[in-house]
């Protein structure tokens, strides 16, 4: 090669380099993944039921009537709520760990998904975790008590 063209080929190397340290370049993530950082139990104390907290771990009282039916939506049940932050978390999904009881039983979706949907069919102290399915391993803590 000629002269000329090894110094055209510095000057186009040394060129970009310093256009590139001037500009940068913009990097861009794709499919970025948003961990939970935290998961709430957001009931609130209403006529039906009551709402504390002790220790970090929400407490949910409920007066025991009568068994619960699903299909007249009688008796004593409860509905949790809860909240994942952050907001746009990839994955918000939430599955409820807890001890099978004879007494109280999670309501379920077509797809067989819990529902946050507790029926009692008599009095019992049932300690639930709200727990994050992105692997993040976050939960909430709840005692929920039928009496």
């Known amino acids: 090669m000629k002269k000329a063209v090894m110094i055209i080929i510095g000057i186009v190397y040394l060129a970009s380099i310093v256009i590139i340290s001037i500009f940068g370049m913009r990097s861009v993530v794709f499919n970025e993944i948003i961990p939970v950082s935290k998961i709430e139990c957001i009931n609130v104390t209403d006529d039906k039921i009551n709402v504390s907290e002790e220790n970090n771990v929400k407490i949910i009282k409920i007066k025991y009537d009568k068994p619960a039916n699903t299909e007249t939506n009688e008796g004593t049940m409860v509905q949790l709520e809860w909240r994942v932050l952050p907001d746009n978390a990839t994955t918000k999904d939430v599955k409820f760990v807890y001890d ?13 998904r819990e529902v946050g949907l507790i029926l009692f069919t008599g009095k019992v102290v049932l300690p639930v975790k709200i727990m994050s399915t992105d692997g993040s391993r976050v939960y909430a803590e709840l005692t929920i008590w039928a009496y």
Not at 100 to 112: K, L, M, V
């Open 100 to 112: 099978p009881s004879p007494r109280a039983t999670f309501a379920t979706d077509e797809a067989g």
